[in-house]
């Protein structure tokens, strides 16, 4: 099997392809640029091209999910309108300057026929000055506008881009989670930043040097008309052929740039993918597939612009060559009715200043349509996301109200059903009361739903049967805002923002006081290490946390929500990455926080759990045993068997062992 070898093959030094044939003028070729591959490959397990084919390098075009709606060239132009609307006199001044500009563009042909048939053909010496003077002041004034309008148009720009991209932002804010779960990060990041740019461009562009473009050719239609109607004629003779160009290069345009597009989404979410699974790409020695799984993207999209390109190469000279013609038509017509006598040689030098006049700005229009066309590509995208229905949309929306609080926090889940597939149950027939201040324990198989019934308190899914209520108020009733100002969180997954540890732990409380967020802190048993790193509560945690452990995460991640004290503690595997012994600290510290809050915790050891109210053991998303430690191991059923297998007596005993170790002086 013979397979084309491209240098991005070689870019990480040795490799063995068994099955790639090289030539051996490539092979010499590349062996001055890379380390050559030419290695045998070892024995045994090969990584052949057809094995590698079996985990798919996908181009751009396999992901429904970068696609958007799409959208009328006038609709996005239309919806794109409405970002100009506070700014109508910044537009109106630099619309205005872009005419004056043009005004005075046009002073040079009319003094150019004076020079030549008045001043040189009659005479005329004592005008020339003054002509050439005017024409250099004409020139002045309307280079003086154009750098005005440039000013303007650049404040212009600026102001809608910043607009929009505050527009796109917060509406990512306020879109369900399940609107990420289906998207990737990548692509909403393109859209984000390289799609606003390119919608914002049509606006501006479009409507200022559109407009004075279009108006132009039609004053400039007129003066040729009135200068000589039968040039005029011979030079839109082009036009019709021009028509069928434009409307060509439209009615195709936005295909190819829409695909352009959707290549680039997609290479960026593989890129953002990759970046933060580096460690997974490193330990299983999967730099080489990723490189190709980026070529294949970054060729999609490499693909795609030279495709929109293509056209554009074959598009922009037809039309070039068109409006030649006119002028080729203009010289032969007008050159022999220069020398049959009607025409003197100044106006058809102006004629053909016009000519250009008329010429240039049509090309210009033909480069809007481009940008047009991307435009409402980019838009259909940008559109998509602030169309997107935010959590809760509806028209009841209005009637929710704040929940009263303070809030005791009772919370009663009554028949609950859940699916995030509506072809897959994943919790059904949820019945359970918790009364203020008691912990809830859910326990149970890995998958059978612990996470998503909590899930569903803060309303991060919306539940699809039964009902769920906090001190009797339906949560669907009240508001969002208000129904999570009253959950605190810590989630399965801990997760840290790019920032101090002083930011992160104040997320859960903006306005808290140094020693608040250090007690929160103590709580968490985070204090010490925190106050061992060099920088303290200044230290950077990286990106999602990285640099530090997943039990120093947890433990910021706790503090962060005990600093929120919210009247509900939801705690998913909260302490699952510490070692026993501070867990108990930290359970010490969150059976103290737990007094009067009603909590829900979620844990595999069963040793965290024990002294919990109430114990639900789920399976398969149904409750299938309840009661508290003692009652559930006299059952003797899956969660008697769980704690056999786990025996947490044992546990127990090993902590009462780890603190002697602990106390004991060393
Ligand atoms: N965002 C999601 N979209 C679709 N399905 C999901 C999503 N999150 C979880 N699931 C599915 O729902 C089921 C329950 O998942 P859940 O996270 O609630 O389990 P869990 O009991 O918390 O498990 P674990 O103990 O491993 O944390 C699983 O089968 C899972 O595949
Ligand atoms: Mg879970």
């Not at 070892?42 to 075009?61: K, L």
């Not at 990512?172 to 930043?193: E, H, K, N, W």
């Not at 597939?421 to 890995?446: C, F, Y």
């Not at 732990?505 to 802190?521: H, N, P, Q, V, Y």
Request: charged share 20%; with cysteine; net charge positive.
């Amino acid at each position: 099997m013979a397979t084309t070898l491209r240098p991005a093959d070689f870019v990480n030094g040795p490799v063995a392809v068994p099955g790639l044939r090289i030539s051996p003028r490539v092979a010499f070729k590349m062996a001055g640029r890379y380390t050559l591959p030419l290695v045998p490959a070892p024995p045994g397990r090969q990584v052949t091209q057809e094995s590698m084919s079996r985990h798919a390098i996908q181009g751009a075009h396999t992901d429904p999910t970068f696609t958007a709606k799409p959208r009328s060239t006038w609709e996005v132009v239309r919806r794109v309108a409405v970002f100009l609307r506070p700014y109508r006199w910044m537009a109106v001044g630099n619309m205005g300057c872009a005419l004056l500009s043009l005004g005075f563009t046009f002073v040079y042909p009319k003094l150019t026929q004076f020079v030549i048939d008045d001043v040189i053909g009659l005479g005329k010496a004592e005008y020339l000055t003054p002509v050439i003077l005017a024409m250099f002041a004409a020139f002045l004034l309307r280079d003086l506008f154009n750098s005005l309008r440039i000013r303007i148009n650049n404040h212009l720009e600026q102001n809608v881009i910043y607009d929009m991209r505050r527009a796109v932002y917060a509406k990512l804010q306020r879109l369900p989670i399940p609107y990420f779960d289906q998207r990737a990060s990548g692509d909403l990041m393109t859209r984000v930043i390289e799609d606003v740019n390119s919608v914002e461009r049509i606006l501006i562009d479009g409507t200022e040097q559109g407009s004075v473009a279009v108006l132009s050719v039609i004053v400039v239609l007129g003066i040729l008309l009135v200068i000589n109607p039968l040039l005029a004629l011979v030079a839109i003779a082009p036009l019709p052929l021009l028509a069928v160009g434009v409307l060509w290069y439209t009615l195709t345009a936005h295909r190819r740039y829409r695909a352009q597009r959707e290549a680039a989404s997609a290479m960026n979410a593989l890129l953002m993918d990759n970046l933060q699974g580096i460690r997974q790409v490193k330990s299983f020695v999967r730099e080489r597939h990723e490189d190709r799984r980026f070529a294949a993207r970054a060729d999609a999209l490499r693909h795609g612009t030279l495709r929109v390109m293509r056209a554009w190469a074959t598009y922009s000279p037809a039309m070039s060559l068109a409006a030649g013609c006119g002028m080729v038509l203009v010289l032969w017509v007008g050159g022999n009715q220069v020398l049959q006598g009607p025409l003197t040689v100044g106006e058809l030098i102006a004629f053909l200043f016009y000519l250009f006049l008329f010429y240039e700005p049509i090309s210009r229009l033909h480069g809007l349509n481009q940008m047009l066309q991307a435009a409402r590509a980019a838009g259909e995208r940008v559109f998509d996301i602030l169309d997107a229905d935010i959590e809760r949309a509806g028209a009841d929306q209005a009637a929710r109200l704040p929940i009263t609080t303070p809030v005791r926090g009772e919370v009663r889940y009554e028949k609950v059903r859940f699916a995030y597939d509506p072809n897959r149950t994943v919790l059904e027939d949820i019945s359970l009361e918790a009364r203020p201040g008691e912990m809830v324990a859910l326990v149970g198989p890995t998958g059978s739903g612990k996470s998503t019934l909590v899930s569903l308190l803060p309303a991060f899914y919306e539940y699809s049967g039964g009902s769920i209520t906090i001190d009797g108020h339906n949560i669907r009733a009240v508001t969002l805002e208000s129904l999570r100002d009253q959950i605190s969180i810590v989630s399965q997954e801990p997760f840290l923002f790019n920032g101090t540890l002083r930011e992160n732990i104040l997320f859960g409380r903006l306005d808290a006081t140094e020693e608040e967020m250090m007690d929160a802190a103590r709580a968490a048993n985070c204090h010490d290490f925190i106050t061992r790193l060099d920088h303290g509560y200044d230290s950077r945690v990286g990106e999602r946390g990285v640099k530090l452990s997943v039990g120093e995460k947890q433990r910021v991640s706790i503090a962060r929500a005990i600093l929120k004290n919210a009247p509900i503690l939801i705690l998913d595997e909260a302490t699952a990455s510490v070692d026993t012994a501070t867990e108990k600290l930290i359970q010490e510290a969150l059976e103290r926080l737990m007094v009067g809050r009603t909590s829900f915790v979620i844990a595999h050891r069963l040793s965290t759990i024990r002294k919990a109210d109430q114990i639900l053991v789920i399976r398969h998303g149904r409750i299938v045993e309840r009661g508290n430690h003692e009652s559930l191991l006299a059952l003797n059923g899956l969660y008697a068997r769980l704690a056999r297998i786990q025996n947490t007596t044992f546990i127990e005993e090993g902590f009462e062992h780890l603190d002697e170790l602990v106390d004991r002086p060393s």
